[in-house]
């Protein structure tokens, strides 16, 4: 069982940056996909990032590609998002999620966090 913590969340104003970090408890996460998606309080989740078990692929939502870039530190056992140019539109409670799949489905994995609230005022 690996439990997944994100932190780094906070409110910023446009284009501003955060980092968000996501704190494994299992070295078993080195073994698993991960990625960031985000939510809006009644609205449909959406896919933010992904990256795989090595760190040696990624990808991204149109909407954050060349402004949002995902990494991690297996040794740490930590996942990143490092968020730049940050838009109004950004506001949501994002979340990181580690399984073994490889696709960017939003309810597609076998752990997740609680997530962290980034807030983007104009």
């Known amino acids: 069982q690996v439990q997944l913590q994100e932190s780094g969340g906070g409110l910023v104003q446009a284009g501003g940056s955060l980092r968000l970090s996501c704190a494994a408890s299992?070295?078993?996460?080195?073994?698993?996909?991960a990625k960031w998606f985000r939510q809006i309080p009644g609205k449909e989740r959406e896919f933010v990032a992904r990256?795989?078990?090595?760190?040696?692929?990624?990808d991204y939502a149109e909407s954050v590609k060349g402004r949002f870039t995902i990494s991690r530190d297996n040794a740490k056992k930590m996942l990143y998002l490092q968020m730049n140019s940050l838009k109004p539109e950004d506001t949501a409670v994002y979340h990181c999620?580690?399984?073994?799949?490889?696709?960017?489905?939003?309810?597609?994995?076998?752990?997740w966090g609680q997530g962290t609230q980034v807030t983007v005022a104009s």
């Open positions: 990256i795989t078990w090595s760190g040696g692929t990624t």
């Open positions: 999620a580690a399984g073994e799949s490889w696709t960017r489905g939003t309810y597609d994995y076998t752990y």
């Open positions: 299992e070295r078993t996460f080195s073994n698993y996909n």
